[in-house]
């Protein structure tokens, strides 16, 4: 493969994984500013929502690396896509829960194990296996840098 090419896909490599790290991230990050709606609509109270986004927080880390086995078995693509559907449904039905153990299955299991799916542990893995071993570190920092994008950009955005 000429130099050239190498480069181009070095580049195209690093904009998906960054990408999609963006948007997994950014929408992550984001449903907090939704609070005050999610209350509204749901009509659960901040303590049910808190303890949605809670074990969110704590399945998004769990699901990690159980996604990277999953990965290394069914590959990456999969995965990913898998974790966006999940990440995608969960926010959908979100705001139509009307139960705590609803809003805790759509928050906390769909859309922190869709976004889990879709992270870093995926991405940066199926990442550096294509790039070669003199820029696995800079591509480490392009696919991280692209998830602090993700939740430095999609804040305003969703908040209009």
């Given at each position: ?110 859309a ?23 820029r696995r ?24």
């Open positions: 493969m000429s130099e050239a090419m190498r480069r181009y896909a070095f580049w195209l490599v690093m904009l998906a994984a960054a990408g999609t790290f963006a948007l997994t991230m950014g929408a992550r990050q984001s449903m907090g500013l939704f609070l005050p709606a999610l209350n509204t609509s749901t009509g659960l109270g901040l303590g049910s929502i808190s303890l949605a986004f809670a074990f969110g927080q704590l399945w998004w880390g769990l699901t990690q690396p159980f996604a990277g086995a999953m990965a290394d078995k069914y590959g990456a693509g999969r995965v990913l896509a898998v974790g966006v559907v999940l990440l995608a449904i969960g926010t959908f039905i979100t705001p139509l829960m009307t139960t705590t153990m609803g809003l805790i299955f759509a928050i906390g299991v769909l922190s194990g869709g976004s889990g799916m879709a992270g870093p542990a995926v991405l940066m893995s199926a990442s550096v296996r294509m790039i070669d071993p003199a570190g800079i591509a480490t920092g392009l696919v991280n840098a692209g998830g602090s994008f993700g939740q430095f950009a999609t804040a305003p955005i969703a908040a209009s």
